[in-house]
């Protein structure tokens, strides 16, 4: 994996000794973050109704999207209908009339009926469906950063590769945020952690436990459940033995071939668009060439909502992944169900 790759995914710190020389603007950009939440969150709109944000402390990859889904199927009457509002990051879908990006789609798709809205706006973007909507809980979809709007509960998910990569803030590391910010969580989510192995796993926890000790933590793992292929849903078994290529717009594509190669499949190729992004017209000129040297063209859930035009008439399929929340004691379910004895009330 050569440097090119790096710095096309936003990276530059992976590269030998950059990170180091960019360390001093890192910690000018963490004091920046800090300072701007003191200063921004107490001034936040108040919405009529509890509000949940589901975000995270790094660049992207740590799974806010499929936990919002587990969140919704975890949502106590009282807080339903919810509304989902994002910002809706990433290239516009062709022919699509709701506006929503590939995320939203996804979360469409897993859950019919779901009210949603987005823009760079928020408070703009949901006053345009609330009276349509008339809900009873707000979920803000990567919201940790996103301080126009006041919360109820403070959810934050951190990627257990991140944990372990590096601590420095942006441009000399992963982090937004520096992770002492992990502190004001109401509940922490380590996720990733099929990324680490279980002493990376372990390591990642001790050391999230050391900066924000005494906050419940929930662990999540993404497992591949089924793929669809063509219109058809088939069993993740069915993948062992098939020559793939890959196309994964996403913040970490290498998490998307290690799964996929998990499963038996021997991946020929991997085609990275960027976050959020669409093939250009040369990567699909690529793409319809390669397709010829493979089984299936496997593309994420994501990047299925958002390509599937670019990948007409070729033999793909996407992944359907699932995410297990491992939380024993409860904690989540706790907060949702204080949370809507406090809306109740």
Request: aromatic share 4%; proline share 7%; with cysteine.
């Given at each position: 994996?050569?440097?090119?790759?790096?710095?096309?995914?936003?990276?530059?710190?992976?590269i030998?000794?950059?990170g180091?020389?960019?360390?001093?603007?890192?910690?000018?950009?963490?004091?920046?973050?800090?300072?701007?939440?003191?200063?921004?969150?107490?001034?936040?709109y108040r919405?009529?109704?509890?509000?949940?944000?589901?975000?995270?402390?790094?660049?992207?990859?740590?799974?806010?999207?499929?936990?919002?889904?587990?969140?919704?199927?975890?949502?106590?009457?009282?807080?339903?209908p919810?509304?989902?509002?994002?910002?809706?990051?990433?290239?516009?879908?062709?022919?699509?009339p709701?506006?929503?990006?590939?995320?939203?789609?996804?979360?469409?798709?897993?859950h019919?009926?779901?009210?949603?809205?987005?823009?760079?706006?928020?408070?703009?973007?949901?006053?345009?469906?609330?009276e349509?909507?008339?809900?009873?809980?707000?979920?803000?979809?990567?919201?940790?950063?996103?301080?126009?709007?006041q919360?109820?509960?403070?959810?934050?998910l951190?990627?257990?590769?991140?944990?372990?990569?590096?601590a420095?803030?942006l441009?000399?590391?992963?982090?937004?945020?520096p992770?002492?910010?992990?502190?004001?969580?109401?509940?922490?989510?380590?996720?990733?952690?099929?990324?680490?192995?279980e002493?990376?796993a372990?390591?990642?926890?001790?050391?999230?436990?050391?900066?924000a000790t005494?906050?419940?933590?929930?662990?999540?793992?993404?497992?591949?459940?089924s793929?669809?292929?063509?219109?058809?849903?088939r069993?993740?078994?069915?993948?062992?033995g098939?020559?793939?290529?890959?196309?994964a717009?996403i913040?970490?594509?290498?998490?998307?071939?290690?799964t996929?190669?998990?499963?038996g499949?021997?991946?020929?190729w991997?085609?990275?668009?960027?976050?959020?992004?669409?093939?250009?017209?040369?990567?699909?000129?690529?793409?319809?060439?390669?397709?010829?040297?493979?089984?299936r063209?496997?593309?994420t859930e994501?990047?299925?909502?958002r390509?599937?035009?670019q990948?007409?008439?070729?033999?793909?399929?996407?992944?359907?992944m699932?995410?297990?929340?491992?939380?024993?004691?409860?904690?989540?379910?706790?907060?949702?169900?204080?949370l809507?004895?406090?809306?109740?009330a």
């Amino acid at each position: 994996m050569g440097y090119g790759w790096r710095m096309t995914h936003g990276r530059p710190w992976q590269i030998p000794g950059l990170g180091r020389l960019l360390a001093p603007l890192g910690a000018v950009y963490g004091w920046a973050a800090s300072r701007r939440r003191k200063v921004m969150a107490p001034r936040g709109y108040r919405f009529p109704v509890p509000v949940i944000s589901v975000g995270n402390l790094t660049v992207g990859g740590a799974g806010k999207t499929p936990f919002v889904s587990h969140l919704l199927g975890r949502l106590p009457h009282a807080l339903s209908p919810p509304l989902v509002l994002a910002r809706g990051y990433g290239d516009a879908l062709p022919g699509e009339p709701t506006s929503l990006n590939d995320e939203g789609q996804m979360l469409a798709r897993r859950h019919p009926g779901l009210a949603q809205a987005q823009g760079a706006d928020r408070i703009a973007a949901a006053r345009t469906v609330w009276e349509e909507v008339q809900p009873r809980s707000v979920i803000l979809d990567d919201g940790a950063q996103h301080l126009a709007i006041q919360r109820d509960l403070e959810i934050l998910l951190l990627d257990a590769p991140s944990l372990l990569e590096s601590a420095r803030v942006l441009p000399a590391g992963p982090w937004r945020e520096p992770l002492r910010e992990a502190r004001r969580a109401d509940l922490l989510v380590l996720t990733k952690l099929q990324d680490v192995g279980e002493e990376g796993a372990a390591r990642a926890a001790k050391r999230l436990q050391q900066v924000a000790t005494g906050i419940p933590l929930l662990r999540a793992r993404d497992h591949a459940c089924s793929w669809m292929d063509g219109g058809a849903r088939r069993s993740v078994e069915d993948l062992a033995g098939l020559k793939v290529g890959l196309v994964a717009g996403i913040a970490r594509p290498e998490s998307f071939q290690r799964t996929v190669e998990s499963l038996g499949a021997g991946v020929a190729w991997l085609e990275t668009p960027g976050d959020h992004r669409r093939l250009s017209p040369r990567s699909v000129r690529v793409l319809r060439r390669r397709a010829a040297t493979v089984d299936r063209i496997l593309v994420t859930e994501k990047d299925a909502a958002r390509i599937s035009d670019q990948l007409e008439g070729l033999p793909w399929g996407y992944i359907e992944m699932a995410l297990r929340v491992e939380d024993e004691a409860g904690d989540l379910d706790c907060a949702l169900a204080v949370l809507a004895e406090r809306g109740a009330a």
